[in-house]
């Protein structure tokens, strides 16, 4: 059986509870942009819906820009 460390990194295209952080709502669109580490502590991930990545060219997390 493979062990795992207690946090998962959501594969690009799978939605993070439904939230956006670029309009600070809910959507049913919301796929990872972007992975903060940092050195201590928890890192963060960023999700936005369509909508938002359009309007700002964001590109999903792991994808060529």
Known sequence: MAETT???TPEAGSA????CHWHQGTS???VLITVIEQGS???AALYACAPCREQRRL???GKPS
């Open 41 to 43: 502590g928890p890192g």
């Open 6 to 8: 207690g946090t998962a």
């Open 16 to 19: 993070a509870n439904g939230w």
């Open 59 to 61: 590109v999903p997390y």
């Open 28 to 30: 049913g669109t919301a």
